[in-house]
């Protein structure tokens, strides 16, 4: 193991860090469009219910359980995990999801994040003016068909530098330093577009309807549907997605803080801090701009594809109703927020696999950071080449869904009831700034689990049609990368582990 850690240079570093690490891409493009989907306000119910019962818990548990691992010197959750019970190794081999998941979000995510870099650019070049809105789309459609190769995968290696660069400079002076720019921006940059959609007013500007009446499409609540199993799950999807909880990036980044400092008030300050970029700015933007411009009926069409088509393709010819300036303005804004948003999250997930790297196997910390680049060089590149071909959303739904869920279901079983709640509550109050009311012993122990086992179990028919269909040779090879890539790492621990043992034979 690694003798020597790296720790964080200030508190606020640390917080601003974890809530870049929960605010990523999908607190403005997936959650409005699973609000709309959802039923508009009546989604906020089970929302908020699966973040006080679910979010919240896990990020105490998260937050605990890699403090507790960093106070035996370990910075992974393969070890994390094992610490919490030293006498059964299977735990180990369960903490590999908290490395295999970073890997292949990462390998996807820094693609996507090169998106928006490129638009950025595209946008102060005035790219999009005089198009029409057939001709937006057709240039994203055009992109990501690589029918230009060199700009899209120019932009994606450059962001592949960027984050391994910044990784290679460690917590307090590579990510801490970047969260402290990038957060501060992306609330800038929020604030001005979330002022632009809900001041929109009809006729002017060329808008149809006034921005408002995008925002109140949003929140009012159809009650049908509250009782939907479907909306419950979508929920509690959207918690998982929305504060990167069950990828192990939380567990590294807690695991360099001190013995005694507080846990308990800086998971909640940067859940907090996501929830309020995802409800308040998330929902103003994306939505009230574009029902503003294109009516209700069109925007809820648009929305059965996601918020990608929403954000990449029709919000750049939106921006451009605006004139020249502003539309340069708007677009560097929105998607300069979204670059952000995505590489304080990308490089919490370099993170981890640097600490594996460092703690067992003695790496120093740049090359396991060009190590993490290489890797995602490698993974990554059929995301790029294949995108159409569905090699991209494989990715995504096996790494960025399924497995996560899986890895939260057991990791807070195996905290309440196999390290002990006793003991766990313990560790999240001691050091703690604030009083954590008692009730979230009982939620944590019967509650959360809970509700992680129905959203399991509520995802088995999906994927087992997933497992089932028939799929082209590029999702099948997808497939096989991502299990290997498990495997891998499976074997890495495996021998960490031997060499464990024998360090502890030879010393006593």
Same mark, same amino acid.
Request: charged residues 15%; hydrophobic residues 50%; contains cysteine.
């Given at each position: ?40 306000? /009546? ?16 990020? =105490? ?41 970073? *890997? ?43 029918? +230009? ?57 060329? /808008? ?41 990036? *939380?567990?590294?980044?807690? +695991? ?20 309020? $970029? ?19 009926? !069109? ?58 790297? !460092?703690?067992?196997?003695? =790496? ?86 809970? *509700?992680?086992?129905? $959203?399991?179990?509520? +995802? ?35 021998? /960490? ?8 034979? !030879?010393? /006593?």
């Amino acid at each position: 193991m690694s003798s020597k850690a790296e720790s964080w240079g200030s508190r606020m570093g640390l917080i601003l860090a974890m809530a870049g690490n929960a605010v990523g891409l999908g607190n403005f493009l997936r959650f409005p469009v699973q609000a709309i989907q959802n039923g508009g306000g /009546a989604f906020m119910i089970p929302y908020l219910v699966c973040f006080l019962l679910m979010g919240i818990p896990l990020l =105490w548990v998260e937050w605990a359980t890699g403090r507790f691992g960093g106070r035996f010197g370990n910075h992974s959750t393969p070890f994390i995990l094992h610490e919490l019970d030293p006498k059964r190794s299977v735990w180990k081999y369960i903490g590999v999801f908290g490395i295999f998941t970073n *890997i292949a979000v990462a390998a996807y995510y820094c693609y996507l994040e090169s998106w928006t870099l490129s638009y950025v650019w595209h946008s102060i070049q005035g790219t999009f003016l005089g198009q029409s809105a057939e001709q937006v789309a057709g240039f994203f459609g055009a992109y990501v068909g690589l029918d +230009s190769p060199i700009e899209p995968i120019g932009f994606w290696l450059v962001c592949l530098v960027l984050n391994t660069w910044i990784l290679s400079r460690g917590l307090s002076g590579g990510v801490e330093k970047v969260a402290k720019i990038g957060m501060p921006l992306l609330l800038i940059f929020g604030a001005f577009l979330a002022f632009k959609g809900v001041t929109l007013k009809s006729g002017e500007e060329g /808008a149809i309807f006034d921005g408002l009446v995008g925002l109140n499409f949003l929140w009012t609540p159809d009650l049908s549907t509250i009782w939907s199993a479907k909306i419950w799950l979508a929920a509690a999807g959207q918690i998982f997605f929305t504060l990167s909880v069950g990828m192990g990036s *939380i567990q590294c980044y807690a +695991s360099y803080v001190k013995k005694k400092d507080d846990i308990a008030l800086n998971a909640m300050s940067a859940g907090w801090m996501n929830e309020f $970029v995802e409800v308040v700015l998330g929902s103003s933007i994306l939505i009230p701009i574009a029902i503003g411009y294109l009516g209700v009926d !069109q925007v809820v069409e648009l929305t059965k594809n996601g918020g990608l088509g929403l954000g990449f393709k029709t919000l750049p010819y939106l921006f451009t109703q605006w004139g020249p300036l502003l539309a340069a303005m708007a677009g560097v804004a929105w998607f300069g927020l979204l670059f952000f948003a995505g590489i304080t999250s990308s490089l919490a997930m370099g993170t981890p696999v640097m600490a594996f790297l !460092q703690d067992e196997f003695g =790496w120093k910390r740049g090359p396991s950071a060009w190590m993490f680049g290489l890797v995602i060089l490698v993974l990554g590149l059929p995301t790029v080449l294949y995108f159409n071909e569905g090699v991209f959303d494989e990715y995504d739904y096996w790494a960025g869904t399924v497995s996560l869920v899986v890895f939260a279901l057991v990791e807070v079983i195996l905290f309440a009831w196999v390290f002990g709640m006793e003991k766990g509550w313990n560790e999240i109050n001691d050091g703690a700034d604030i009083r954590i009311p008692r009730v979230y012993r009982f939620i944590i122990k019967y509650v959360t689990p809970v *509700i992680l086992g129905a $959203v399991f179990f509520g +995802s088995l028919p999906e994927i087992y049609s997933k497992l089932t269909s028939p799929v082209n040779g590029y999702v099948a090879a997808a497939r096989f990368l991502l299990l290997g890539l498990f495997l891998g790492i499976s074997l890495l621990v495996y021998k /960490a582990y031997k060499k464990r043992l024998l360090f502890t034979k !030879q010393k /006593a």
